[in-house]
């Protein structure tokens, strides 16, 4: 069944092809995906809608091109631009939902942020090494990622999660994350509130319930966060 709302991919790395794949095989109309980078050849062996051919070409451009041959009925608008926070309420208009697979903790907070504000749903992930994440935060949040991780790490912390993943793992999250944006948007039971953790050494998965933080920056009470500042997210290239 087809579901004719647009769905925003932040990210055409290994997790955004994972979850580009999942989308259009569960029936999504119109995926709108948003990355900066160009295809390496060193990460084809996990981002599997590029090809060895697209070395060089933008990764939206090659994985818009790569999808609309496999799934024709899906129309792919490809953005080569940054998610940043002066276009991130741009390109989340018209859009029913956030996938975040991005790469970097200040795209994940700007995700969470830009998607909290703008009262649309966010499917977050994230993977390093062996192991990975998932979170959909429901329109408004509470809680949302920020409740569970505060704050943005200092700017000495490096870019991302310390390891890099081992090479199916962000394919396996990627599918998790285009099912769940699916499940979500068709009314399903969302696993909301919930931290799923994946860990390919023990092949386990297990959900952690998440209470939303009274004192969240964004989604809380008395929130602080009431706009986007672009001082306050700087952006990294790259995705996994
Ligand atoms: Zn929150």
């Known amino acids: 069944m087809i579901l004719e709302e647009?769905?925003?991919?932040?990210?055409?790395?290994?997790?955004?092809?994972?979850?580009?794949?999942?989308?259009?095989a569960a029936g999504l109309r119109h995926l709108v995906v948003v990355d900066d980078d160009v295809v390496e050849e060193?990460?084809?062996?996990?981002?599997?809608?590029?090809?060895?051919?697209?070395?060089?070409?933008?990764?939206?451009?090659?994985?818009?091109?790569?999808?609309?041959?496999?799934?024709?009925?899906?129309?792919?608008?490809?953005?080569?631009?940054?998610?940043?926070?002066?276009s991130a309420a741009r390109l989340l208009q018209g859009c029913a939902a956030l996938v975040d697979a991005s790469d970097n903790f200040r795209t994940k907070f700007l995700c969470n942020d830009a998607a909290v504000l703008a009262r649309i749903p966010l499917v977050h992930a994230a993977v390093a090494g062996l192991r990975g994440q998932l979170l959909t935060v429901a329109a408004g949040g509470r809680p949302c990622y920020r409740c569970l991780f505060e704050d943005l790490p200092p700017p000495d912390a490096g870019v991302g999660p310390p390891a890099g993943p081992l090479g199916p793992v962000p394919g396996v999250l990627g599918a998790l994350q285009g099912t769940e944006a699916m499940r979500f948007l068709r009314g399903a039971p969302a696993f909301v509130?919930?931290?799923?953790?994946?860990?390919?050494?023990?092949?386990?998965?297990?959900?952690?319930?998440?209470?939303?933080?009274?004192?969240?920056?964004?989604?809380?009470?008395?929130?602080?966060i009431l706009g986007l500042d672009p001082s306050a997210y700087s952006m990294q290239r790259s995705s996994p």
């Open 42 to 86: 060193s990460n084809l062996h996990r981002q599997v809608l590029h090809k060895n051919a697209a070395v060089g070409m933008p990764k939206a451009q090659s994985l818009a091109a790569t999808l609309a041959q496999r799934y024709p009925s899906v129309e792919v608008t490809q953005m080569q631009t940054r998610f940043d926070a002066t």
């Open 193 to 224: 509130g919930r931290l799923l953790q994946y860990d390919a050494a023990s092949l386990s998965m297990r959900l952690v319930r998440l209470r939303p933080n009274p004192h969240c920056a964004v989604c809380g009470t008395r929130p602080t």
């Open 6 to 24: 647009s769905v925003l991919l932040v990210g055409a790395g290994g997790l955004g092809c994972g979850a580009a794949l999942a989308l259009a």
